[in-house]
């Protein structure tokens, strides 16, 4: 085995994470729908030949798939070793969430690596697709109770073989989507995305050699496993749990826990999600691959500083219960993944705080209120407007926290509203922040925000919404206070109404002129409320971030001092 030096493993793993990186920036640039070109929902990276353990990832993806995708490379793995007939220019597709975990719109796209006729590594690059099919446009069914209802699933197949596009894959895709042009256009920057991970693989090797290249990666694992460790070491050994719910499942109205105990011996830690809520009717479940990667994007942020690799997760065990809602099995849907692993996080957040609180934030706002609104426009032509949208972080023991930021689950950014008005026939009435939202403490919690949409249409539109936070609402850490939870509205002849089920509604019929608004929750609150500083509630108050009123109850008048 050759020995790096520790420059050259500097070098080499910048390279590494630039290939990745150009890699999404080729994706962003060229896909068609805004989830991907705006909102960066995707990922690329680099896996290992043998186990498909991530060894790179592009810097602007989702963290998520960090995990997630070496799950679905092993699935591509496991299906070459059985068919027995991998080659050069391969390339899998596939969305099923069971296998790959996330959703069904996470449409995942591997390729092997050649170099010499031998097999060097993996490619892969996922993107969230704008219509798969299935009973809701935009795929997020809160109704849903099996996957069938939710998107059109692919099991891995062969797209190409040994470089030739296989044509039947495209037409059965674009058929069981209701916007091909879309989709046609989103594979094409995957397809692009490989192609240029290809080059600068060869370019790289031509300069360094396979041999190097190859220990560099090990040496990156190796470097991963070590930093962690290290980092546990220098925390207390102990044992400590949290607890935190869903709302519902989008079927039954009743809460479902998720549960973490949380425990630390020299550079060992363990999380163990034993005493969750069992596997439920709707589509908040999730699958195994998306448990673990979860687990790790907790730990990532929790260790800002550790590299996107697997050599990570090396020290730290993950117990996930069979039956719960944590290791759901197919058929059962997991369309609403997202607001499940953000619940994770926060319990895995919370029982960190209680072993070292200056490591971590108080919750963030908890549910990337995926909200679809659909039609069809006078030409008869469909229209899906599916987006998510942002609310506030948690405090810090160092600053407040980030105002109307994008769930912790990924870099992705919100859509602009000038993009969503300009693609769809909709205008934002209003898109602001939500004062009040933020818990407060000696540091506040983010605020929320407020967006109120209106159809333009003249046929009108169908709305779709999956939330979470309705009910219970993002806690604050070292006795700082809960945010505001999540209200969802929309607006009928004879006035505004709120879902049954709170978070969680579909086949909401509006007219032209007819809109919805979204208040979302605010980020948990840090630290005492008689430790903020006056001069910082009287910044908030004039700011328009916290009321004069609130102000009062919360932290008394002296502020007004300041202010005055």
Not at 151 to 169: C, E, M, T
């Amino acid at each position: 085995m050759i020995k790096i030096d520790p420059i050259t493993l500097s070098v080499l793993a910048g390279r590494m994470e630039q290939i990745a990186d150009e890699m999404d920036a080729t994706l962003f640039r060229a896909a068609f729908n805004p989830i991907i070109a705006e909102a960066h929902d995707a990922s690329h990276g680099l896996y290992h030949a043998r186990t498909g353990d991530t060894l790179v990832q592009g810097k602007s993806g989702l963290p998520i798939f960090v995990g997630v995708m070496a799950f679905a490379v092993r699935a591509v793995i496991e299906k070459a070793a059985k068919d027995g007939d991998l080659a050069d220019g391969d390339i899998y597709i596939f969305n099923d969430a069971h296998i790959g975990g996330t959703h069904l719109s996470d449409m995942r796209l591997v390729r092997p690596y050649y170099r010499d006729g031998k097999l060097f590594c993996y490619l892969a690059s996922v993107g969230h697709w704008h219509d798969v099919g299935g009973a809701v446009p935009g795929n997020y069914n809160p109704a849903a109770t099996d996957v069938f209802q939710e998107a059109f699933v692919l099991p891995p197949v062969k797209l190409a073989r040994a470089g030739v596009i296989n044509q039947d894959i495209i037409d059965i895709l674009l058929r069981n989507t209701r916007l091909p042009q879309s989709a046609m256009g989103d594979l094409n920057g995957q397809l692009g995305a490989l192609d240029l991970g290809i080059k600068r693989m060869d370019e790289l090797l031509d300069e360094y050699g396979g041999d190097t290249v190859a220990a560099a990666l090990d040496a990156l694992g190796h470097r991963a496993e070590a930093l962690m460790r290290s980092e546990l070491k220098e925390l207390p050994d102990g044992r400590w749990e949290a607890e935190d719910f869903l709302d519902n499942d989008g079927i039954v109205d009743e809460p479902l826990a998720i549960k973490v105990a949380l425990e630390i011996k020299g550079d060992q830690m363990t999380l163990d999600f034993t005493g969750s809520a069992p596997q439920c009717a709707g589509p908040v479940n999730i699958a195994l691959p998306t448990t673990v990667a979860t687990a790790y994007v907790a730990v990532k942020h929790i260790f800002p500083t550790l590299p996107a690799n697997a050599g990570v997760m090396r020290p730290i065990n993950v117990i996930v219960p069979e039956g719960s809602l944590l290791s759901a099995e197919f058929p059962a849907p997991t369309g609403g993944y997202t607001e499940t692993i953000l619940r994770m996080i926060d319990v895995v957040f919370s029982a960190f705080a209680k072993a070292a609180p200056t490591r971590v934030v108080a919750n963030a706002y908890g549910t990337i209120n995926a909200l679809s609104i659909a039609g069809k426009r006078a030409n008869g032509q469909p229209w899906v407007m599916f987006s998510f949208y942002g609310g506030g972080h948690g405090g810090s023991v160092e600053t407040d926290g980030l105002n109307h930021g994008n769930a912790p689950i990924s870099t992705a950014t919100i859509p602009p509203m000038e993009i969503l008005e300009a693609a769809y026939p909709v205008m934002f009435r209003t898109w602001g922040l939500r004062a009040d939202s933020g818990g407060h403490g000696a540091h506040r919690g983010g605020v929320g925000a407020i967006y109120e949409i209106e159809v333009l249409e003249e046929n009108g539109a169908e709305a779709f919404l999956f939330g979470e936070r309705g009910k219970f609402a993002p806690k604050g850490i070292a006795d700082g206070q809960d945010a505001a939870m999540n209200v969802f509205s929309y607006e009928q002849d004879d006035g505004w109404k709120n879902p049954p089920l709170v978070s969680k509604m579909r086949g909401i019929k509006l007219r032209q002129g007819q809109g919805v608004r979204l208040e979302t929750p605010g980020g948990g609150g840090y630290g005492p409320v008689s430790e903020r500083a006056a001069r910082d509630i009287a910044r908030d108050v004039a700011r328009g971030l916290v009321s004069a009123d609130a102000a009062d109850q919360t932290y008394g008048t002296d502020w007004r001092e300041v202010a005055s």
